[in-house]
């Protein structure tokens, strides 16, 4: 009787298996690509930020979960050369901004999914220095690639510089509180 509840056991454990068919695929970091866009009146900046790793869970072919880690230290300036691009590099990983030696890594976590085949909206926790909200965003995925546009609102993070949400009389001298994010995960 022993052997039969053993068997029966493990039975269970194969046919769990090839029912519930669950893939983990790493995000390929050098590949993979996150590129900012801040605006502020008149004008704009762009440049890009690093993951350092990242998954994303399928089940049957869709997206079941994900979570990632950004490098918040690899915020780059792509739209300046020189002096000026070292100095907003400087200005944007200060504690006017992301205080990066503070808060070296940023984090993405998928909470929920309404999923269809290749396409989901997903609600995550966005933690940056430190702060956690939701965000919800529209992933597009399949051939190994997953991309999306994320709108966070800087405020909610607690940066501040040139933030009408802090700061009155800033006339034309103010930043806008949502930045975007364009990403590409290739997996």
Known sequence: MNLIFKSTV????????????????????????????????????TGTINLTSGTLEFENDKIKGGSFV?????LVV???EG?????????????????????PQAT??????DNEE??????????????????TFDLTYNNNEATTTLVIDRSKYNVKYGSKSFFKGLGDNFIYDNFEVEVSLIY
Do not use: C, R
């Open 78 to 80: 792509t739209d300046l």
């Open 118 to 135: 290749g396409y989901a909206t997903i609600t995550a926790d966005l933690s940056i220095k430190g702060i956690t909200h939701p965000i």
């Open 10 to 45: 493990v039975l269970a454990i194969v046919a769990a298996t090839f029912t519930n068919n669950v893939n983990m695929k790493k995000i390929n970091t050098e590949k993979s690509t996150a590129v900012w866009t801040g605006k502020k009146f008149g004008g704009q900046h």
């Open 108 to 113: 993405l976590d998928f909470t929920s999914i």
């Open 70 to 74: 950004i490098d918040m230290s690899s």
């Open 83 to 103: 002096e000026m691009k070292g100095k907003l590099e400087g200005h944007l990983k200060s504690d006017d901004f992301f205080s990066t030696a503070n808060y």
